[in-house]
T-cell receptor, first 117, second 115 residues
Framework: AQSVSQHNHHVILSEAASLELGCNYSYGGTVNLFWYVQYPGQHLQLLLKYFSGDPLVKGIKGFEAEFIKSKFSFNLRKPSVQWSDTAEYFCAVNSPNLGGSQGNLIFGKGTKLSVKP | DTGVSQDPRHKITKRGQNVTFRCDPISEHNRLYWYRQTLGQGPEFLTYFQNEAQLEKSRLLSDRFSAERPKGSFSTLEIQRTEQGDSAMYLC?????????????FGSGTQLSVL
């Protein structure tokens, strides 16, 4: 079965620090990859997604992620975090080759990011 | 607000009782999903509707769980004979089947506590 691993449970950074959140998935075939974010008191929302093409994907609010197929990774990065980036970040994956709907996502356990002002 | 809405926001029930949750997706969205999220975990897929047809069900969806989307608009998720292990956040999401780059829009969820 597919699985998604997020290595960090809780990351604490100061404003202006650089961010990298790790995400690894287990399936070796074609995958679609996502990062969702949940700000305090809000619903989950899409940050960025990768389906094909350029493995460096840019999302909202200055976030980007790089798909490295050989490492089964899709790490999230931001060069300089802000206090408003405090949230929980979820990596998710699905595969068109495994059947199932496109919205049937396998999520990681999430990483809580706390940014100190 | 024209996002996905879920009702109620919180539900406390006693073990063995039945509960029902409602989800109203974004109006033009034809796809609707239910997920469950427990503490410290990411969301887990439960079931998927395209219009009124339930096309996919997870193994997590035991016989005590039933979901409907009778007119292809709102959906209900019922849990019969609740157990303490059913305590979780139940999330609804919707999307529009227009492209292959499917983006899910999530609601705020219904937090279920089974005592």
């Amino acid at each position: 079965a597919q699985s998604v691993s997020q290595h960090n449970h809780h990351v604490i950074l100061s404003e202006a620090a650089s961010l990298e959140l790790g995400c690894n998935y287990s399936y070796g075939g074609t995958v679609n990859l996502f990062w969702y974010v949940q700000y305090p008191g809000q619903h989950l929302q899409l940050l960025l997604k990768y389906f094909s093409g350029d493995p460096l994907v840019k999302g909202i609010k200055g976030f980007e992620a790089e798909f490295i197929k050989s490492k089964f990774s899709f790490n999230l990065r931001k060069p300089s975090v802000q206090w408003s980036d405090t949230a929980e970040y979820f990596c998710a994956v699905n595969s068109p080759n495994l059947g199932g709907s496109q919205g049937n996502l396998i999520f990681g356990k999430g990483t809580k990011l706390s940014v100190k002002p | 607000d024209t996002g996905v809405s879920q009702d109620p926001r919180h539900k406390i029930t006693k073990r063995g009782q039945n509960v029902t949750f409602r989800c109203d997706p974004i109006s033009e969205h034809n796809r609707l999903y239910w997920y469950r999220q427990t503490l410290g975990q990411g969301p887990e897929f439960l079931t998927y509707f395209q219009n009124e047809a339930q096309l996919e069900k997870s193994r997590l969806l035991s016989d005590r769980f039933s979901a409907e989307r009778p007119k292809g608009s709102f959906s209900t998720l019922e849990i019969q004979r609740t157990e303490q292990g059913d305590s979780a956040m139940y999330l609804c999401a919707s999307s529009l089947d227009r492209t292959t780059n499917e983006k899910l829009f999530f609601g705020s969820g219904t937090q279920l506590s089974v005592l």
